[in-house]
């Protein structure tokens, strides 16, 4: 089952999706003193093109330069990362078929949100 929401996520959405956290991520390169927040925004594209059976966990090590990070995240990507978010969600919720599409896009914007501080791991 995860397998089918995985290629039926990607067509619709994902890889739009992973397009867009990939710009901000070489936006993010390119200005030398942000390569912390492109390495988050490519592993979170990474986690946008399939995302079913796989989950973000907090990482225990993370401390106030993640939630400094975090605060210069929300304001220069992330709010824009998390409307794009929002807007598929809704899209996605139209049909039945989306609906659990929609619900993970959902599940996509705390970690768009503040992405410093955050691990994806495997589910079992």
Do not use: E, Q
């Amino acid at each position: 089952m995860r397998l089918i929401l995985n290629v039926i996520w990607l067509v619709l959405c994902g890889f739009w999706m992973a397009v867009g956290y990939a710009i901000a991520g070489v936006i993010c390169c390119i200005l030398i003193i942000t390569i912390p927040w492109g390495l988050a925004s490519f592993r979170i594209a990474n986690y946008a093109l399939w995302p079913f059976g796989r989950t973000v966990v907090d990482r225990p090590t993370a401390g106030t330069a993640s939630l400094i990070g975090n605060v210069i995240w929300i304001v220069v990507a992330g709010i824009w990362l998390a409307i794009g978010h929002v807007v598929t969600g809704i899209a996605l919720c139209v049909t039945i078929i989306g609906i659990p599409l929609g619900i993970a896009n959902f599940k996509l914007i705390p970690v768009s949100l503040v992405p410093l501080g955050k691990v994806i791991v495997p589910l079992p």
